[in-house]
């Protein structure tokens, strides 16, 4: 007999079974270089159904040698285009039309290629996709009831994440490093074992790292180029609580029950938000009797059979989330929020009338606010979260309300100063704890009650003031020299060099004027010499930054052009560079740098520079 099997049947692992029933024993195996040269291209992105399905023709190619069956490779190697659109059915295409050149069986265990074989008049043997009894992994021996993690390495010893939120301990569960064909003996078995469990899912498989949700396990799979060695990293819930277990106030449980639709679990990594985020889901769904459903990438929330977990659509949220917007669901969790579109699809479905909750790293109760700044229009801020809870050593450690007032923000005196203000207040106290405001082009996000600094040299307005003055001359004058100080909450005083006084003044006054309507206060300005102020080659002055498409961008000016600056955040030194032919220096915003330097700005912590010296 002769038979042809596609790609499908031997990267699942089963043809090598198949050929050792007494119906196909002794029989020719045809393999098309189509399904050869699909693997190897899987492989080469360093996928694991492609190494998989190489060892199955190894394993294959010993049954010919033991003259069980008798393999051969026919046909052409089809072009690197035919492969990138296998998905549109070009490689099964070539692997049909060597099953009818050769008059063959077709096996397959994909139902579309079955069904187009058949439509074809070739006569097809299709496998059902077998589900297999659950057995645990071989990577289960290495947990007990309290290990939350194992880190299996290549020529490492394994290692163990033991404990629960606030008392986690690394240590050793072994005594002999683990060899490259163990780590990748457990890493097959993963892969093969997730196509034949119905609970199991592929989540994530890109050129050399597989995620993998394999029940409750949620399961890494790293290789080189990705990384420098075989690596598998598996993650288990240690328990699984309800909300009873947090032992929440009557005051809270009503919060959640009637009024909090918007909703912000934050915390660090491993603080225990993904805990705390499933009993909030089974609240919803079991005692308020809603419908609730999930959005994770990957799935690995431990949920009630009746909460449906969703993966991004054809690899994007976005359609999962219109998806949903069509299911009405009442309450969705969103796990996790890390990019800004992770943020808008968040913010866009909480404005069409769906509870959300969402999961955020942050280290302070506040960084999961002002994580939103900047992604979601500010005063559209409260309309999307209305509660935010801090989630530390597994413990409900922060729960703040967050409202939209008009007000004079705190600090502040004049009147004419009042504007749209956020208040997140303590929900257990009703205390002032942040507010969050715009000052002319800044996002101000101001602490204030106990969460603010004991002492002041000067007030909150005085600060904010100084800042945008500063701001505003480095726009006007690039590159000059000069020094702010504010004097009250009415006046200021700027000495600049005195060559650039006549730009700062304009005729008849019209640009100070126009300057001091748009700060607020008067300003008074004298030249730089007459406070005995000289600019030096150390002096460290800040400088204005702005975002332009996906740059960070620092602006010296025209002066400054082929000129080296150390940049320093706060105090400390960040980097140099050579200001370009445009008077600036651009960073991407996908690089550590630039994230630091918007950290920074969001927290209202100055952008300085210095003439490098060296």
Do not use: C
């Not at 589900?131 to 163990?160: C, G, Q, R, W």
């Not at 005196?413 to 208040?423: K, Q, T, W, Y």
């Not at 706060?570 to 550590?592: C, M, P, Q, R």
């Amino acid at each position: 007999m002769k038979i042809v099997p596609d790609t499908s049947v031997i990267v699942d692992g089963r043809i090598t079974n198949i050929v050792q029933e007494a119906e196909f024993r002794g029989s020719e195996v045809i393999i098309p270089e189509a399904v050869v040269s699909e693997l190897e291209y899987q492989a080469n992105r360093g996928r694991e159904t492609g190494f998989n399905g190489l060892e199955e023709l190894k394993n294959l190619q010993k049954l010919h040698k033991e003259d069980v069956i008798h393999v051969s490779f026919v046909g052409r190697r089809p072009t690197l285009e035919e492969i990138s659109l296998s998905r549109g059915g070009e490689i099964d295409a070539m692997i049909r039309g060597t099953a009818r050149e050769h008059d063959a069986l077709l096996i397959t265990s994909d139902r579309v290629q079955s069904e187009v074989g058949k439509a074809q008049g070739l006569e097809v043997f299709f496998i059902k996709q077998e589900i297999m009894e659950y057995e645990e992994l071989e990577i289960s021996k290495y947990f007990d009831k309290d290990t939350m993690s194992i880190h299996l390495k290549e020529n490492v010893v394994p290692m163990a994440k033991k404990g629960k939120p606030g008392n986690i301990r690394l240590v050793k569960i072994g005594s002999v490093p683990l060899r490259h064909s163990e780590v990748h003996a457990m890493a097959r078995e993963i892969v093969e074992r997730a196509k034949s469990d119905f609970k199991s899912f592929i989540e994530i498989e890109m050129e050399g790292a597989t995620v993998i949700q394999f029940r409750e396990y949620r399961i890494s799979i790293a290789r080189p180029p990705f990384s420098e060695g075989f690596e598998i990293t598996a993650v288990r819930p240690v328990a699984r609580v309800s909300l009873k277990d947090y032992k929440l106030s009557d005051k809270l449980m009503e919060r959640l029950r009637d009024t909090a639709k918007g909703i912000l679990i934050s915390g660090s990594p491993g603080a225990g938000k993904s805990t705390f985020a499933q009993a909030v889901a089974d609240f919803y769904s079991k005692d308020l009797k809603t419908i609730v459903k999930t959005m994770e990438s990957p799935r690995d929330l431990q949920v009630g059979a009746e909460i449906t977990q969703y993966a991004p659509l054809e690899k994007d949220m976005q359609k999962t989330a219109d998806i949903l917007l069509l299911v009405r669901p009442d309450y969705t969790i969103y796990d996790e929020l890390r990019k800004t579109k992770d943020f808008r699809i968040f913010a866009d479905m909480r404005l069409a009338g769906v509870g959300m909750i969402g999961v955020v790293h942050a280290t302070r109760p506040i960084d999961a606010i002002q994580r939103i700044i900047g992604r979601v229009e500010l005063g559209v801020i409260p309309s999307v979260v209305d509660t935010t809870i801090f989630i530390d050593e597994g413990k409900v450690k922060a729960i703040y309300d967050i409202k939209l007032t008009v007000k004079v923000p705190t600090g502040m005196i004049e009147a004419d100063l009042s504007r749209p203000v956020i208040e997140i207040r303590d929900f257990g106290t009703g205390e002032l704890v942040n507010e969050i405001y715009t000052y002319g082009e800044q996002t101000i996000v101001m602490d204030v009650g106990a969460a603010a600094p004991k002492s002041f040299d000067k007030t909150p307005v005085q600060k904010i003031a100084e800042r945008e003055i500063e701001r505003e001359f480095k726009k006007r004058i690039p590159g000059a020299s000069f020094k702010v100080e504010v004097k009250s909450d009415k006046r200021a005083q700027v000495w600049v060099e005195e060559k650039y006084i006549p730009k700062i003044i304009g005729k008849k006054g019209k640009n100070i004027d126009e300057l001091e309507r748009r700060i607020g206060i008067s300003i008074g300005v004298d030249p730089l010499e007459s406070k005995g102020i000289a600019k030096k080659r150390n002096d460290v002055f800040e400088i204005p930054v702005e975002m332009s498409g996906n740059y960070v961008e620092l602006n010296f000016g025209k002066n400054a052009v082929g000129t080296a600056f150390d940049i320093i955040v706060e105090d400390d030194y960040l980097f140099t560079a050579t200001v370009g032919k445009k008077g600036s220096i651009k960073i991407k915003k996908d690089i550590e740098l630039a994230e630091i330097i918007i950290a920074a700005l969001k927290r209202n912590m100055p952008i300085s520079a210095r003439i490098r010296t060296e």
